[in-house]
Every structure is written in C-alpha cells, then in structure tokens.
C-alpha cells in the first residue's frame, strides 16, 4: 500500500510558492527561501528572531570596569575625586604640581579652623579631597588602594563610604580643637587613618594576627609627628573609625542598630564641630 503524498501549502511569506515543508516551532509553511536551518528541521525567520532575541548577550567587560570592580566602587570613585580635585588646583595654580595649594580652589577648600567658625562648613569635608603636591597625593591614593579594596569586600561599599567620611569629619573635629587656629590643613590621611583603625577592628574580631597592623600604625605614628603632618586629623581619624567599624563589624546584621549607631556617631560629630567653633569664635 502507498502513502499519499501530503498536500503541498502555500508559503506564509509567499502565498503564490508551494511548499510541503513547515516551521518546526511555529508548523507555519515555510519555501525554501524562508527555510532557516535548526536544530532538528527548519524554522521560518521570525522563529529565528524571536529566538535569538530571547537570548542574553555577553555584556563587554573593558579593561576599566575589571579594575573597578577588583578595587571596589567606592575606593575606585575616591581615588578619582582626589586625583580630579589634585589637577583642577595644579591648573588653577598655573600648572604648578608641587605647588598646587597656591590655586585659590584650594583656599577655598582647605580645612581652616577659623573659616570654619567663620560659617564656611563644607571645609569640614572638602580638605579631606586636596593635597599638597604630587607626593602627597601619591602617598595618600597608594594607602588608600592598599586599605581599601579588601575593607570594601569585607564590609559592603554603603557601611565602609560611611567609615571614610565619619573618619574624613572626625579628623576634621579634632583639628578644629587641637590644631593652630588659623592654619589650613588638607589631605585624606584623617580618613585614610580611619581606615586603618576600622581594618583593625576587622582583625580583632576575626582573631587575625595584628603584628603586621601594628608595624603599619607605629611608622605612621611616627610620620605624624613630622613638620607639616596633622597629628590632630590622624588622631581623630583614627579614633572615629574605630568607633564607627565596632558599631557596623558588631553590629552585625542588626541594620536598625547600625544606622542608629552610625547617626549618632555623626551627630556627635556635628555637636563637637558646634562647640569647637564657639571655642573658636567665644
């Protein structure tokens, strides 16, 4: 016995072409300039699109979004806010790279106790981004790099960008206490020394050796006393990290603890900032 032979259907794209051959996802008849090869069989073009649309593309990965991504999104976006803030006062002091604190950015900027008494808040925060010269910049973004990628994993970007500008206003505080009335300071080192005192939390509670972070803090402590370093702005940047990485590593996942740990540290900030400028101004 023979089998009839199936009907020839006309095409779905081109009505006037015969065919006996059909999508094999959607069964629409398909002549052979519709025919896309599959899998098993044939499927008509738009099979094919909607296939290849419903799959998710590799997304590039540039050589700058690896390095972001290894260094940490805050550490990487501090590191560039320095680096911009240290080219717009080298071009603002005519192009001047060790003399860059001539740029009158940077005296507007600056960290000046008397300033800040004056009303000009927002130097509380912005020296902690100016430096003064190529090598302390250097210095600085190099501990920065160094204390910042692993501290960044190991706390989350939100509770470690909030260690560095609780650090940053700390060291701040304490030059508006301790430091000569009408010097301007400027530099990371308050925060980035805060940094250190939170990476020692860190190793405290993990029960990690402390030999090496007490090797790091000794030579810093001895370059505080050097001429023109900040003694008071490392001291109290060092003193409210420490503060502020024991309510977030103790804190633990306690997210309503923390926040209100961390709010109260900063408006215990605000109050001695309050006070040190009526010190200032009294």
Known sequence: MTTPARPALACYRHPDRSTQISCVRCERPICPDCMRPASVGFQCPECVAEGQASIRRPRRTTAARVAVAKLGPVTAGLIGANVLAFLVTVATAGGQIMANYRSPIFAELSTAPLLVADGQWWRMLTGAFLHYGLTHLAVNMFSLYILGRDLESYLGSVRY???YFLSAIGGSVAVLFFAVPFASVAGASG?????LGATGVALYQRKANLRSLVAILAVNLFISFLPGISLAAHAGG???GVASAAIVIYGKRRTQAIVA???GLGAALVALTILGTALLTG
């Open 161 to 163: 960008a909030t260690i």
């Open 238 to 240: 060092f003193l409210i």
């Open 261 to 263: 740990g961390l709010v």
């Open 191 to 195: 925060a980035i020394f805060g940094l």
